[in-house]
Nanobody, 129 residues
């Protein structure tokens, strides 16, 4: 099992940046796929980025590609989502999620909500124009 706690959300103007953090405790997160999701009001939760901590393999949604970077700090058991050039449509609650990594070594982590069974409480991001 793993426990996840997000932080770093806030209000920012369009064009600004935020770095979201996901502190993991419990089992070593290198044994998990970890992903960032977001949910805007009235919309379904969508995948933003994934990382396989064991291999450092990452994926990004098209909507954030080139503006987002997912990374890990093994010493701090923390994962990050750096978001730059923020847009009003990035406004959402951002969630960190994890699932046991049982994938083949060449695979990437999934980006579907249903694939993840551990979730943080979320952190709100508001981008104003």
């Amino acid at each position: 099992q793993v426990q996840l706690v997000e932080s770093g959300g806030g209000s920012v103007q369009a064009g600004g940046s935020l770095r979201l953090s996901c502190a993991a405790s419990g089992d070593a997160y290198s044994r998990f796929c970890v992903a960032w999701f977001r949910q805007a009001p009235g919309k379904e939760r969508e995948g933003v980025a994934t990382i396989r901590p064991k291999y450092g393999r990452t994926t990004y949604a098209d909507s954030v590609k080139g503006r987002a970077t997912i990374s890990q700090d093994n010493a701090k058991n923390t994962l990050y989502l750096q978001m730059n050039s923020l847009k009003p449509e990035d406004t959402a609650v951002y969630y960190c999620a994890a699932a046991p990594d049982g994938l083949s070594w060449w695979s990437f982590c999934p980006a579907e909500v249903a694939a993840y069974n551990y979730w943080g409480q979320g952190t709100q991001v508001v981008v104003s124009s």
